[in-house]
């Protein structure tokens, strides 16, 4: 059994091959990281061109996991990404071939270019770690990453995820254009030869697996619990939002500020760790009333509102 030091040394090692492939993106690379020891999910809202294929290429060639990557179009069909069972004539029976959504690292591009049908096919893959087939369970590898893509400028031909896929996934972020002088280093590591080509594998799924159960034994004092359900109930309560944050939230929000806390090195959680953390869990969960909108509330000025108004517990020496 590997200590826990050996295991925070392979995941520092993880984030520095993202860090060579994705200057200047380190809060972004420790929210992917975030999610895959929460055994979480991401939904990247982005622009083309930012880096989100070789992020998520990096990602899975530093864990030796394999990645499949899915193109949605409106002609997509649920079996394109669940598999099929085909009938073999020499064996008699039909045998099921998986389709893409059987691996280690998946990434479902322009996932709002599917059809509805479609995106419901990913649900149970999400929530329930394996597929079904001609009524058949077949679990899905482990560990188990799906990361979702959208653009948020362009919507013609695309169908919005509904509100109870959107709850299945962690955490939701963007990792935006460099600044210039990160876009000049970009330039001149890639001069000739892309970063992605030397990344080595450091981890293995075992690995991986141990860090999850790791970060799942990280301690969160009975006040942080409260202080975490206390701003997920006041999401509810804001008088500009229609919809507020779902227990689901608040369980994800726990199980990511124990990944965040094991990411730092920390084996307990403190109020910062949450802090950080609700909008990336909580913004994409809410639904904002149209007239607050028109004030001008978003989903960040409402959390940072909630955070003011809500005391942060303080460890009392004994």
Do not use: W
């Amino acid at each position: 059994m590997e200590s826990a030091a050996v295991h925070l040394q392979a995941i520092r090692q993880i984030e520095r091959n993202l860090e060579a492939c994705i200057l200047g993106k380190t809060s972004e690379i420790q929210l992917l990281l975030t999610a895959l020891l929460a055994g979480g999910h991401v939904l990247l809202e982005d622009v083309p061109g930012t880096g989100k294929t070789v992020l998520i290429k990096a990602l899975a060639k530093s864990i030796h996991g394999q990645f499949r990557r899915i193109q949605c179009n409106p002609d997509l069909l649920p079996t394109d990404i669940t598999g099929v069972s085909i009938y073999h004539p020499k064996q008699e029976a039909f045998m099921f071939r998986p389709g893409p959504v059987m691996t280690n690292i998946l990434l479902v591009d322009e996932i709002n270019r599917a059809t509805t049908k479609t995106q419901s096919a990913l649900l149970e893959a999400m929530e329930e770690r394996h597929i079904t087939a001609d009524g058949e369970l077949h679990p899905l590898p482990s560990p188990f990453l799906l990361l979702a893509t959208q653009n948020p400028i362009d919507f013609e031909g695309t169908y919005t995820l509904p509100e109870a896929q959107l709850d299945r996934f962690m955490l939701k972020f963007s990792l935006g254009y460099p600044d210039e002088a990160t876009e000049q280093r970009m330039i001149m590591s890639q001069a000739r030869r892309h970063p992605l080509e030397d990344i080595e594998a450091v981890a293995d799924s075992e690995q991986i697996y141990a860090m999850q159960q790791q970060a799942r034994d990280v301690h969160i004092d009975d006040a942080v619990v409260a202080y975490i359900v206390a701003v997920t109930r006041a999401t509810r309560e804001h008088p500009g939002v229609f919809l507020g944050a779902s227990p689901r939230a608040t369980l994800a929000l726990v199980q990511a500020s124990k990944a965040y806390a094991y990411l730092q090195g920390r084996s307990f959680v403190i109020p910062d760790d949450v802090k950080f953390l609700a909008r990336y869990v909580l913004g994409h969960r809410m639904i904002l009333k149209s007239e607050a909108i028109m004030d001008g509330l978003t989903a960040g000025s409402l959390l940072d509102s909630v955070f003011q108004s809500i005391r942060v517990p303080v460890r009392l020496e004994k």
